[in-house]
Each structure stands twice: as C-alpha cells, then as structure tokens.
C-alpha cells in the first residue's frame, strides 16, 4: 500500500482546494468611503479583511475568521463570559447560528482611513432555535452593529463593536417590549 500514499495525498490536496473553492463570495459594502491618500494595496488589505470578518457573520464559516483574524486578535468590548481572541467569535457565531439558521449579515457602509475600518452591519433572519432558555418559533429578526476594527498586516487586530442587543432580545422574546 505505500505506493497509493502519492495518490491519497494528492486526492487530500484537491479535496482541501475544492474546500477553499466552496467559501462564500465576500459580502460587498452597500457604501464605501475610502481615504484616497491611502497606498492602494494597503486599501484593499483592509477591505479584504473586513469583508473576509463580515462574511464570517453572514455564513458562519471558520475559515473567513481565521483569514481576517490576527492571532493576536483584540474584542476590545469583549461581552462577559466570551473568550478573549479568535475563540471569542467563533462561539458567538455558532451561538447565532444555532438560534438564527438563516442569519444574514449586510455591509451597509463601510469606512476606510488610516489602520481603522469601520463597518454599520444590519443582520437579518428567523429564530426557530434555542437562545437563553428560549425556542424560537419562527419570528423575524432584524438588527444592527456597527464595528470598529484595527488593521495591521491585512488582519483585524482590535474590534471595538456596539450591536442593537436590546432590540435583538425583544425579538428573541427575551426581553419584554
């Protein structure tokens, strides 16, 4: 069987490409406004970045989090009982995920100056799983956040983020109108 070892790691070679070749395509801001001065492939590193973190939240795929992400990776608004680092949106993601299948993440506007990127994000979608202690029955949920990330090296350093939290737990049913 050592001759098929060639052959099984190539196969595994092309089945990690097609993985790859499977991402979502990147969200496109709806509006950008982009500091002319800055160096064009600096520019579209930081666009790249944030789109890369925006589509994470849209599909829920690791992998864009982990390419826009910088290992030192910084919630600056970190909400209790979330890990600090990359771990920290991966769990809020798949908790997201788990309540809201159907999520949907839209770049509204998107501003680039100088290593800050700031981003108005509004999610949509229809909760039908658990959230809290709730089940879902299917209402609809609509929400925004605005994020402020630091960019360095084509990656998010910092994210300092404010999301609607009380309008989500209304819809959530968790929090009475």
């Not at 999520?103 to 800050?116: A, F, N, P, S, W």
Request: charged share 20%; aromatic share 6%.
């Amino acid at each position: 069987m050592p001759h098929l070892r060639p052959l099984l790691a190539t196969l595994a070679l092309l089945a990690a490409g097609s993985a790859i070749a499977a991402s979502p395509p990147l969200l496109e801001p709806g509006q950008l406004i982009a500091d002319a001065s800055l160096p064009k492939p600096r520019l579209d590193a930081q666009i790249l970045a944030a789109r890369r973190y925006a589509t994470f939240w849209d599909s829920g795929n690791p992998a864009l989090a982990h390419q826009a992400l910088a290992e030192s990776f910084t919630d600056r608004t970190l909400p209790a009982g979330r890990p600090q680092g990359i771990e920290g949106p991966l769990k809020a993601s798949a908790m997201m995920k788990a309540a809201i299948p159907d999520l949907h993440c839209r770049i509204e506007q998107m501003l680039v100056t100088g290593d800050r990127v700031v981003l108005h994000l509004r999610f949509s979608g229809r909760f039908t799983g658990p959230f809290l202690g709730h089940q879902g029955a299917g209402q609809a949920v609509d929400f925004i956040a605005t994020d402020i990330y630091r960019i360095a090296d084509g990656r998010i350093t910092d994210n300092w983020h404010i999301e609607d939290n009380l309008s989500l737990l209304r819809q959530l049913g968790v929090v009475s109108n």
